[in-house]
Protein backbone atom coordinates (compact mmCIF):
# COMPACT_ATOMS: atom_id res chain seq x y z
CA UNK A 1 0.00 0.00 0.00
CA UNK A 2 1.74 3.44 -1.18
CA UNK A 3 1.91 5.68 1.58
CA UNK A 4 -0.90 8.06 0.42
CA UNK A 5 -3.38 5.14 0.36
CA UNK A 6 -2.28 4.36 3.98
CA UNK A 7 -2.88 7.90 5.22
CA UNK A 8 -6.36 7.94 3.69
CA UNK A 9 -6.97 4.93 5.00
CA UNK A 10 -5.88 5.78 8.53
CA UNK A 11 -7.69 9.13 8.30
CA UNK A 12 -11.10 7.26 7.87
CA UNK A 13 -10.13 4.71 10.63
CA UNK A 14 -9.54 7.78 12.48
CA UNK A 15 -12.87 9.60 11.50
CA UNK A 16 -15.15 6.57 12.67
CA UNK A 17 -13.57 5.99 15.86
CA UNK A 18 -14.34 10.04 16.42
CA UNK A 19 -17.99 10.19 15.40
CA UNK A 20 -18.56 6.75 17.61
CA UNK A 21 -16.26 8.15 20.53
CA UNK A 22 -18.41 11.57 20.66
CA UNK A 23 -21.55 9.14 20.24
CA UNK A 24 -20.21 7.51 23.21
CA UNK A 25 -19.68 10.51 25.19
CA UNK A 26 -23.75 12.21 24.28
CA UNK A 27 -24.79 8.80 25.94
CA UNK A 28 -22.86 9.26 28.54
CA UNK A 29 -24.02 12.71 29.37
CA UNK A 30 -27.33 12.78 28.11
CA UNK A 31 -29.83 11.67 30.90
CA UNK A 32 -33.20 10.51 29.94
CA UNK A 33 -36.37 13.04 29.14
CA UNK A 34 -37.93 14.10 32.41
CA UNK A 35 -41.78 13.65 31.49
CA UNK A 36 -43.75 16.97 32.68
CA UNK A 37 -46.80 16.50 34.61
CA UNK A 38 -49.74 17.21 32.11
CA UNK A 39 -52.35 19.22 33.69
CA UNK A 40 -55.70 18.85 32.38
CA UNK A 41 -58.31 19.87 35.53
CA UNK A 42 -57.43 20.97 39.59
CA UNK A 43 -58.78 17.42 40.97
CA UNK A 44 -56.51 14.58 43.20
CA UNK A 45 -53.13 13.46 40.85
CA UNK A 46 -53.24 10.41 39.29
CA UNK A 47 -49.84 8.56 38.50
CA UNK A 48 -50.28 7.56 35.10
CA UNK A 49 -47.28 4.29 34.57
CA UNK A 50 -47.39 3.04 30.47
CA UNK A 51 -46.43 0.06 29.33
CA UNK A 52 -45.90 -0.32 25.88
CA UNK A 53 -44.50 -2.72 23.54
CA UNK A 54 -43.10 -6.36 24.24
CA UNK A 55 -42.35 -6.42 28.19
CA UNK A 56 -38.49 -8.09 28.87
CA UNK A 57 -38.13 -6.21 31.65
CA UNK A 58 -39.82 -5.03 34.85
CA UNK A 59 -37.01 -2.84 35.89
CA UNK A 60 -38.63 0.57 34.89
CA UNK A 61 -42.11 0.05 35.44
CA UNK A 62 -41.79 -1.67 39.05
CA UNK A 63 -39.89 1.80 39.68
CA UNK A 64 -42.26 4.16 38.45
CA UNK A 65 -45.12 2.15 40.42
CA UNK A 66 -43.20 2.18 43.54
CA UNK A 67 -42.34 6.24 43.29
CA UNK A 68 -46.06 7.26 43.08
CA UNK A 69 -46.76 4.83 45.69
CA UNK A 70 -44.51 6.71 48.16
CA UNK A 71 -45.49 10.02 47.26
CA UNK A 72 -47.80 11.21 49.51
CA UNK A 73 -49.05 14.09 46.50
CA UNK A 74 -50.59 11.08 44.63
CA UNK A 75 -53.81 10.10 45.19
CA UNK A 76 -54.11 7.36 42.58
CA UNK A 77 -52.32 5.07 40.58
CA UNK A 78 -53.13 4.14 36.70
CA UNK A 79 -51.58 1.56 34.72
CA UNK A 80 -51.99 2.50 30.92
CA UNK A 81 -51.75 -0.99 28.88
CA UNK A 82 -50.60 -1.34 25.53
CA UNK A 83 -48.78 -4.69 25.11
CA UNK A 84 -49.35 -7.85 23.44
CA UNK A 85 -46.91 -9.64 26.62
CA UNK A 86 -43.63 -10.91 26.72
CA UNK A 87 -41.71 -12.77 29.00
CA UNK A 88 -44.00 -14.95 31.86
CA UNK A 89 -40.33 -13.63 34.67
CA UNK A 90 -41.37 -9.75 33.82
CA UNK A 91 -44.60 -9.71 33.73
CA UNK A 92 -45.10 -11.68 36.80
CA UNK A 93 -42.83 -8.86 38.01
CA UNK A 94 -44.85 -6.21 37.45
CA UNK A 95 -48.16 -7.93 37.85
CA UNK A 96 -46.77 -8.71 41.95
CA UNK A 97 -45.88 -5.16 42.08
CA UNK A 98 -49.21 -3.97 40.63
CA UNK A 99 -50.66 -6.37 43.63
CA UNK A 100 -48.74 -5.14 46.44
CA UNK A 101 -49.72 -1.44 45.66
CA UNK A 102 -53.20 -2.06 45.42
CA UNK A 103 -53.34 -4.46 48.18
CA UNK A 104 -52.17 -1.32 50.34
CA UNK A 105 -55.15 0.17 49.97
CA UNK A 106 -54.06 3.71 50.34
CA UNK A 107 -54.64 4.37 46.66
CA UNK A 108 -57.04 3.07 44.08
CA UNK A 109 -54.76 1.54 41.12
CA UNK A 110 -56.61 1.22 37.89
CA UNK A 111 -55.34 -0.91 34.81
CA UNK A 112 -56.46 1.14 31.39
CA UNK A 113 -56.16 -0.87 28.24
CA UNK A 114 -55.08 0.14 25.04
CA UNK A 115 -55.15 -1.47 21.66
CA UNK A 116 -53.96 -4.22 23.15
CA UNK A 117 -53.35 -5.94 26.36
CA UNK A 118 -53.02 -9.59 25.87
CA UNK A 119 -51.49 -12.24 27.23
CA UNK A 120 -48.83 -11.43 29.68
CA UNK A 121 -50.03 -7.71 29.64
CA UNK A 122 -53.70 -8.94 30.56
CA UNK A 123 -51.32 -10.68 33.70
CA UNK A 124 -50.58 -7.52 35.01
CA UNK A 125 -53.84 -5.77 34.41
CA UNK A 126 -55.63 -8.40 36.50
CA UNK A 127 -53.77 -7.18 39.77
CA UNK A 128 -55.22 -3.87 39.88
CA UNK A 129 -58.79 -2.88 41.59
CA UNK A 130 -60.71 -2.25 38.31
CA UNK A 131 -59.83 -2.98 34.57
CA UNK A 132 -61.16 -0.16 31.71
CA UNK A 133 -61.14 -1.25 28.08
CA UNK A 134 -62.04 -0.16 25.33
CA UNK A 135 -64.80 -1.74 23.41
CA UNK A 136 -62.47 -2.92 20.86
CA UNK A 137 -59.29 -3.43 22.70
CA UNK A 138 -57.59 -6.83 22.27
CA UNK A 139 -57.08 -8.69 25.12
CA UNK A 140 -57.25 -12.73 26.78
CA UNK A 141 -55.04 -14.77 25.17
CA UNK A 142 -54.40 -16.33 28.77
CA UNK A 143 -51.55 -18.96 28.08
CA UNK A 144 -48.01 -19.64 27.25
CA UNK A 145 -45.82 -20.10 24.40
CA UNK A 146 -42.32 -21.60 23.36
CA UNK A 147 -40.68 -21.23 20.14
CA UNK A 148 -36.93 -21.50 18.97
CA UNK A 149 -35.41 -21.91 15.45
CA UNK A 150 -33.73 -25.71 14.44
CA UNK A 151 -31.20 -24.82 12.11
CA UNK A 152 -29.63 -28.78 12.35
CA UNK A 153 -30.63 -29.07 9.07
CA UNK A 154 -28.93 -25.85 7.67
CA UNK A 155 -25.87 -26.93 9.53
CA UNK A 156 -26.04 -30.45 7.63
CA UNK A 157 -26.20 -28.64 4.01
CA UNK A 158 -23.31 -26.06 4.88
CA UNK A 159 -20.94 -29.42 6.51
CA UNK A 160 -21.15 -27.74 9.86
CA UNK A 161 -21.48 -29.67 12.85
CA UNK A 162 -21.46 -28.69 16.80
CA UNK A 163 -19.87 -30.46 19.38
CA UNK A 164 -21.19 -30.64 22.82
CA UNK A 165 -19.90 -32.00 25.98
CA UNK A 166 -22.59 -31.75 28.57
CA UNK A 167 -23.44 -33.24 31.70
CA UNK A 168 -27.01 -34.97 31.29
CA UNK A 169 -29.28 -35.65 28.50
CA UNK A 170 -31.61 -32.19 28.95
CA UNK A 171 -28.91 -29.91 29.51
CA UNK A 172 -28.59 -28.80 25.63
CA UNK A 173 -32.32 -29.18 25.10
CA UNK A 174 -33.49 -26.00 22.91
CA UNK A 175 -30.27 -25.94 21.19
CA UNK A 176 -31.06 -25.03 17.39
CA UNK A 177 -28.08 -27.04 16.68
CA UNK A 178 -30.06 -30.56 17.03
CA UNK A 179 -33.49 -31.49 16.30
CA UNK A 180 -35.96 -31.88 19.71
CA UNK A 181 -35.85 -35.40 21.07
CA UNK A 182 -39.10 -36.71 22.73
CA UNK A 183 -37.53 -36.14 26.43
CA UNK A 184 -36.61 -32.42 25.10
CA UNK A 185 -40.57 -32.00 24.50
CA UNK A 186 -41.86 -33.80 27.56
CA UNK A 187 -39.46 -31.25 29.78
CA UNK A 188 -40.51 -27.90 28.03
CA UNK A 189 -44.06 -29.02 28.37
CA UNK A 190 -44.39 -30.28 31.93
CA UNK A 191 -42.56 -26.28 32.10
CA UNK A 192 -45.28 -24.93 30.04
CA UNK A 193 -48.05 -26.78 31.71
CA UNK A 194 -46.92 -25.49 35.11
CA UNK A 195 -46.75 -21.71 33.92
CA UNK A 196 -50.08 -21.96 32.31
CA UNK A 197 -51.65 -23.31 35.48
CA UNK A 198 -49.98 -20.31 37.75
CA UNK A 199 -51.30 -18.11 34.53
CA UNK A 200 -55.22 -19.72 35.31
CA UNK A 201 -55.02 -19.64 38.90
CA UNK A 202 -53.90 -15.62 39.15
CA UNK A 203 -56.59 -14.78 36.50
CA UNK A 204 -59.38 -16.63 38.71
CA UNK A 205 -58.40 -15.88 41.65
CA UNK A 206 -57.83 -12.10 40.92
CA UNK A 207 -61.21 -11.83 38.80
CA UNK A 208 -63.12 -14.38 41.74
CA UNK A 209 -64.02 -17.04 38.91
CA UNK A 210 -64.15 -20.58 38.60
CA UNK A 211 -60.87 -22.01 38.19
CA UNK A 212 -62.72 -24.42 35.42
CA UNK A 213 -64.53 -21.56 33.89
CA UNK A 214 -61.00 -19.71 33.33
CA UNK A 215 -59.52 -23.17 32.01
CA UNK A 216 -61.60 -23.34 29.39
CA UNK A 217 -60.90 -19.42 28.63
CA UNK A 218 -57.25 -20.29 28.37
CA UNK A 219 -56.59 -21.67 24.92
CA UNK A 220 -54.67 -18.37 23.71
CA UNK A 221 -57.96 -17.10 22.78
CA UNK A 222 -57.74 -13.16 21.98
CA UNK A 223 -61.18 -11.20 22.91
CA UNK A 224 -62.43 -7.83 22.14
CA UNK A 225 -63.06 -5.49 25.10
CA UNK A 226 -66.71 -5.64 24.83
CA UNK A 227 -66.39 -9.71 24.57
CA UNK A 228 -64.35 -9.79 27.93
CA UNK A 229 -66.83 -7.65 29.74
CA UNK A 230 -69.37 -10.35 28.70
CA UNK A 231 -67.14 -13.10 30.15
CA UNK A 232 -66.08 -10.72 33.33
CA UNK A 233 -62.77 -10.74 32.05
CA UNK A 234 -62.68 -6.69 32.27
CA UNK A 235 -65.13 -4.44 34.67
CA UNK A 236 -66.12 -1.10 32.65
CA UNK A 237 -65.88 -0.33 28.77
CA UNK A 238 -64.02 3.32 28.21
CA UNK A 239 -60.79 4.93 27.15
CA UNK A 240 -58.12 6.19 28.72
CA UNK A 241 -60.05 9.35 29.82
CA UNK A 242 -62.88 6.86 31.35
CA UNK A 243 -59.91 5.29 33.11
CA UNK A 244 -58.99 8.67 34.24
CA UNK A 245 -62.15 9.65 35.00
CA UNK A 246 -62.54 6.83 37.40
CA UNK A 247 -59.33 6.86 39.27
CA UNK A 248 -60.03 10.55 40.13
CA UNK A 249 -63.92 9.32 41.53
CA UNK A 250 -62.44 6.59 43.40
CA UNK A 251 -60.30 9.41 45.84
CA UNK A 252 -63.67 10.61 46.76
CA UNK A 253 -63.20 13.65 44.43
CA UNK A 254 -65.48 15.38 41.51
CA UNK A 255 -63.03 17.25 40.40
CA UNK A 256 -61.18 17.14 37.14
CA UNK A 257 -57.75 14.92 37.72
CA UNK A 258 -54.15 15.99 37.40
CA UNK A 259 -52.15 13.91 34.97
CA UNK A 260 -48.23 13.24 37.12
CA UNK A 261 -46.23 11.23 34.81
CA UNK A 262 -43.15 9.49 36.15
CA UNK A 263 -39.99 11.52 36.44
CA UNK A 264 -36.74 9.50 35.03
CA UNK A 265 -33.87 10.77 35.84
CA UNK A 266 -31.32 8.13 34.53
CA UNK A 267 -28.55 8.11 32.23
CA UNK A 268 -28.20 5.96 29.25
CA UNK A 269 -25.79 3.61 27.36
CA UNK A 270 -24.38 3.94 23.71
CA UNK A 271 -26.66 0.79 22.76
CA UNK A 272 -29.92 2.37 24.49
CA UNK A 273 -28.91 5.74 22.87
CA UNK A 274 -28.54 4.15 19.01
CA UNK A 275 -31.32 1.39 19.55
CA UNK A 276 -33.46 2.58 22.04
CA UNK A 277 -34.20 1.52 25.74
CA UNK A 278 -34.83 -2.46 24.55
CA UNK A 279 -31.30 -2.59 23.35
CA UNK A 280 -29.09 -4.28 26.24
CA UNK A 281 -32.03 -6.91 26.23
CA UNK A 282 -32.32 -7.69 22.69
CA UNK A 283 -28.60 -6.90 21.02
CA UNK A 284 -26.72 -10.09 21.72
CA UNK A 285 -28.60 -13.57 21.49
CA UNK A 286 -30.44 -15.40 23.90
CA UNK A 287 -28.97 -18.41 24.99
CA UNK A 288 -32.06 -20.47 26.46
CA UNK A 289 -35.61 -20.66 24.90
CA UNK A 290 -37.58 -18.20 26.44
CA UNK A 291 -41.16 -19.01 27.54
CA UNK A 292 -43.14 -16.34 26.85
CA UNK A 293 -47.05 -14.76 27.41
CA UNK A 294 -47.94 -13.34 24.07
Not at 55 to 77: T, Y
Not at 146 to 155: F, Q, R
Not at 216 to 231: H, I, K, S, W, Y
Request: no cysteine; proline share 5%; aromatic share 6%.
Amino acid sequence: MSTSRYDRALKWMLGIAGFFLILLVVSLLRPTEREPWQRIGDGPRVGVVEIEGIILDGERVIRQLDQFSRRKDIEAILVRIDSPGGTVAASQEIYAKVRKVAQEGSKPVIASLGTVAASGGYYIAVAADTIVSSPGSTTGSIGVVLDYPVAAGLLDKIGLQMEVIKSGALKDAGSPFRPPTESDRRSFQRVIDDLHAQFTEVVAAERDLPLKRVQELATGEVFTGRQALDLELVDVLGGFEEALSLAAALTGSTKRPVIVRPVEQRRISILEFLLGDGSRLTWFPQLLPQYLMR
